[in-house]
């Protein structure tokens, strides 16, 4: 690909961004939502995470993988623990993440 | 409560977000290494999270790029790797219809998933709060910063970085944050479990389009188990704050965001 294709792709890629993010709201008010998809986009926010990390967590290779072996997913679950216990999303990272690494490099000693 | 100023609803805006910072500069470490490890270029890698800052749709256009594909095949990919977005825009629009078309288009462009879940949260808790666009520009500023901040790393790092360590799920953790306390109401809960279920099952699908599905199933669920808890269900209708909205039911007053950081 050339250097003017590239950047050609990356303001097309830019463009089909603010088509999606921006399209809507420039509607303005001609475009009117009906009730009860309105009131279903209140779930939207916890939809499309759950939409983006179950297969984070879920998957190993592409494929479901609910065994033990799966460090990403026990290192999820040790994330759930911890929001659950201390509400902190900071401790969630890092908890996280810590379990991840025991499980994958082993134990420091 | 006195009023909050502009400048306070901002602050709060940045706060809020600043716990679930680590995820969105680990996810941007990540994306800016990829870029480079595709064969991007330092300047293009940079350009071009400068201009789209859409980590998903960068990642999914790597390859294709890499690849020689056409370039409507890039720009389409993008377009449907964005369609979350649509459902985000839907639901903010309400809140900005008093401002002009340049400033609605600017705040559309800005939205990320961690801010966007962080404002809804706010939205209902408080439907009326009346500097709703300064608080979302804080949360949206200190979101681009975190990101860009952590892709310009990533790019400039590439070959120190290393890929082995599973950065990303760090990102992945700070979305756990972020949708756990959301699941204390039971339609959310049936939303989540069925989008999550769809999401996996549906992972073969091309262009990502198992997200998309998988968020209109779990708000299609959500809708169907409230609907079935009766009027309680209603309360919670807050996604448009408008004049007329009732306060909100304390059933959803005291669910979605981070405790700790409530005053």
């Avoid at chain 1, 294709?5 to 420039?26: D, H, N, P």
């Avoid at chain 2, 470490?29 to 749709?57: D, E, H, R």
């Avoid at chain 2, 992972?203 to 599905?213: A, S």
């Avoid at chain 2, 959500?222 to 209603?234: I, N």
Wanted: some cysteine; proline content about 7%; charged content about 10%.
């Amino acid at each position: 690909m050339s250097e003017l294709e590239l950047w050609l792709c990356f303001v097309l890629i830019t463009l089909a961004t603010i088509a999606t993010r921006s399209g809507l709201l420039l509607a303005g008010r001609r475009l009117v939502i009906p009730p009860r998809v309105e009131s279903a986009l209140r779930y939207a926010p916890a939809c499309a995470l759950a939409a983006i990390i179950a297969p984070d967590l879920l998957l190993a290779d592409g494929q479901l993988q609910l065994g033990l072996g799966n460090a990403r997913l026990l290192a999820g679950a040790a994330g759930i623990a911890i929001f659950l216990l201390s509400r902190s999303t900071i401790g969630t990272i890092f908890g996280g993440m810590a379990a991840f690494w025991l499980l994958k490099f082993g134990l420091p000693c | 409560m006195p009023e909050p100023t502009p400048r306070d609803a901002f602050l709060r805006g940045v706060r809020e977000l600043l716990p679930a910072t680590p995820g969105v500069f680990a996810w941007g470490l990540v994306t800016g290494v990829a870029m480079v490890k595709s064969g991007l270029t330092i300047p293009q890698a940079t350009g071009l999270s400068l201009m789209a800052y859409a980590g998903s749709a960068q990642l999914a256009a790597l390859p294709l790029i890499a690849g020689a594909a056409p370039v409507w095949v890039v720009a389409f990919t993008a377009l449907i790797v964005n369609l979350r977005f649509l459902v985000y825009a839907a639901y903010i629009r309400g809140g900005f219809a008093h401002l002009s078309a340049g400033r609605r288009a600017f705040l559309g462009y800005v939205v990320g998933d961690v801010m966007f879940v962080r404002y809804v949260a706010l939205l209902t808790l408080e439907p009326k709060y009346p500097q709703r666009v300064a608080y979302y520009l804080g949360a949206a500023a200190a979101n681009w910063i975190a990101w860009q901040v952590a892709s310009i790393l990533g790019i400039v790092g590439a070959d120190v970085i290393p890929t082995d360590w599973g950065l990303e799920l760090a990102g992945t953790l700070a979305l756990v944050a972020l949708v756990v306390p959301l699941c204390a109401q039971r339609p959310a809960l049936a939303g989540v479990v069925v989008a999550s279920a769809v999401a996996v099952a549906a992972r073969g699908l091309p262009l990502r389009l198992g997200l998309l599905l998988a968020v209109i199933c779990g708000m299609a669920a959500a809708l169907a188990v409230e609907s079935t808890e009766g009027p309680k269900g209603k309360a919670g209708h807050t996604a448009q704050p408008d004049p007329e909205s009732a306060a909100p039911h304390p059933s959803t007053a005291a669910l979605p965001g981070a405790p700790e950081h409530r005053p």
